[in-house]
């Protein structure tokens, strides 16, 4: 497809101001898409679509998925060859809002699909999910990396409304593309510091297997399947350069420890138990070949990730050091696990989640 092909072409960008969103904004008005971003109004996105539009010309429409009529009236005004749709309640606030995140996530969905019926013509959908698709991982016992063909086995609400979207668009009668998105890594500033984000880092255990990928990288992919048909009817997992983006829990924390100067001790993280693979969490490595020969996405390493977090902290690092006691104890509060005896835990990673955050196991 030529840039003159594309340059008339009408995208509807849902979640077009969080953390993949606006990174995919950015790389679809590159490509002289006409882009329209719907999102919520709130102070936090109106100074993002500011900002935005300094360097970028898309045409911002505020609503909320929830609403069968802010949806409908906007897919109606715009009438657009495709829908990019990432606005999502993500885990772990999903663990923190489980209705609100029910409502985004599956009845949302619900509420794009039924206003697209009204086109004539019917755009391709493309469906930004998850990895957590694929359930607990367990490193010990799961050696392969998760490939498109990996079977599905959502173990959280999270996990089980991407696959409700999932087969909600596959039931359609759309040209529809599923890309799965692992551990993403946020370049804009705050990101990642909300009390329920250290809540459940010290549950997560330090031996898991992650693949992350710059949210750069993630909104380039995500833009680049966008009208292309050889993604149509099909699912891909994306992920950053294997040789770099294959890494560990331990790897993480200790990284990005050293970055923020916030210590993260490891006797303060759940250990996970190796025989039993509901222990886990929902992250593993993936097999990126196919979704990069087709997408061509993959540019920032996890090493330039985090130089980039340096840039943003260097002003702020030497308050960092001095503040660094208080820091600490602190952030150890957090743990259930910090200053006891280390013992493996054997319960269900969705129990232990259920547990912190004061969930009905059944919640959908």
Same mark, same amino acid.
């Given at each position: 497809? +030529?840039?003159?092909?594309?340059?008339?072409?009408?995208?509807?960008?849902?979640?077009?101001?969080?953390?993949?969103?606006?990174?995919?904004?950015?790389?679809?008005?590159?490509?002289?898409?006409?882009?329209?971003?719907?999102?919520?109004?709130?102070?936090?996105?109106?100074?993002?679509?500011?900002?935005?539009?300094?360097?970028?010309?898309?045409?911002?429409?505020?609503?909320?998925?929830? +609403?069968?009529?802010s949806i409908a009236e906007a897919i109606s005004q715009?009438?657009?060859?495709?829908?990019?749709?990432?606005?999502?309640?993500?885990?772990?606030?999903?663990?923190?809002?489980?209705?609100?995140?029910?409502?985004?996530?599956?009845?949302?969905?619900?509420?794009?699909?039924?206003?697209?019926?009204?086109?004539?013509?019917?755009?391709?959908?493309?469906?930004?999910?998850?990895?957590?698709?694929? /359930?607990?991982?367990?490193?010990?016992?799961?050696?392969?990396?998760?490939?498109?063909?990996?079977?599905?086995?959502?173990?959280?609400?999270?996990?089980?409304?991407?696959?409700?979207?999932?087969?909600?668009?596959?039931?359609?009668?759309?040209?529809?593309?599923?890309?799965?998105?692992?551990?993403?890594?946020?370049?804009?500033?705050?990101?990642?510091?909300?009390?329920?984000?250290?809540?459940?880092?010290?549950?997560?255990?330090?031996?898991?297997? +992650?693949?992350?990928?710059?949210?750069?990288?993630?909104?380039?992919?995500?833009?680049?399947?966008?009208?292309?048909?050889?993604?149509?009817?099909?699912?891909?997992?994306?992920?950053?350069?294997?040789?770099?983006?294959?890494?560990?829990?331990?790897?993480?924390?200790?990284?990005? /420890?050293?970055?923020r100067g916030i210590p993260f001790p490891e006797s303060?993280?759940?250990?996970?138990?190796?025989?039993?693979?509901? +222990?886990?969490?929902?992250?593993?490595?993936?097999?990126?070949?196919?979704?990069?020969?087709?997408?061509?996405?993959?540019?920032?390493?996890?090493?330039?990730?985090?130089?980039?977090?340096?840039?943003?902290?260097?002003?702020?690092?030497?308050?960092?050091?001095?503040?660094?006691?208080?820091?600490?104890?602190?952030?150890?509060?957090?743990?259930?696990?910090?200053?006891?005896?280390?013992?493996?835990?054997?319960?269900?990673?969705?129990?232990?989640?259920?547990?912190?955050?004061?969930?009905?196991?059944?919640?959908?």
């Amino acid at each position: 497809m +030529s840039i003159k092909d594309r340059a008339a072409k009408k995208v509807f960008l849902t979640g077009a101001l969080g953390n993949v969103g606006a990174n995919a904004l950015v790389h679809l008005c590159d490509k002289d898409y006409e882009v329209y971003a719907f999102d919520v109004k709130n102070p936090h996105n109106q100074t993002w679509s500011t900002k935005l539009a300094k360097n970028y010309r898309f045409t911002s429409i505020w609503g909320d998925l929830r +609403s069968q009529e802010s949806i409908a009236e906007a897919i109606s005004q715009v009438g657009p060859d495709a829908i990019l749709h990432l606005a999502a309640v993500i885990a772990p606030t999903a663990y923190v809002m489980p209705e609100v995140a029910y409502d985004v996530n599956v009845m949302g969905m619900g509420n794009l699909l039924a206003a697209v019926k009204s086109l004539k013509m019917k755009p391709h959908f493309v469906f930004a999910s998850s990895y957590s698709v694929h /359930g607990p991982r367990n490193p010990y016992r799961n050696p392969s990396p998760i490939t498109s063909e990996t079977s599905i086995n959502p173990a959280d609400n999270y996990g089980r409304h991407k696959v409700e979207g999932e087969q909600m668009i596959q039931s359609s009668d759309l040209p529809w593309t599923i890309v799965r998105l692992p551990t993403v890594l946020a370049t804009a500033k705050g990101w990642g510091q909300s009390p329920e984000f250290f809540k459940i880092a010290f549950l997560l255990p330090l031996d898991r297997r +992650s693949h992350v990928i710059d949210s750069r990288d993630a909104g380039l992919a995500l833009a680049n399947t966008v009208l292309n048909e050889r993604t149509y009817g099909r699912i891909f997992i994306i992920g950053g350069p294997e040789e770099n983006c294959r890494i560990t829990g331990r790897d993480f924390f200790r990284s990005i /420890g050293d970055v923020r100067g916030i210590p993260f001790p490891e006797s303060a993280f759940r250990l996970a138990d190796p025989d039993l693979d509901d +222990s886990w969490y929902y992250e593993d490595w993936v097999d990126t070949s196919e979704s990069q020969e087709i997408l061509i996405y993959q540019s920032h390493s996890f090493a330039d990730y985090l130089q980039l977090i340096r840039q943003q902290t260097k002003y702020s690092r030497p308050l960092l050091r001095l503040a660094r006691p208080l820091i600490f104890r602190q952030v150890v509060k957090q743990s259930p696990f910090y200053g006891k005896s280390p013992e493996i835990s054997s319960e269900s990673f969705w129990s232990v989640i259920c547990n912190a955050f004061d969930l009905d196991p059944n919640q959908r």
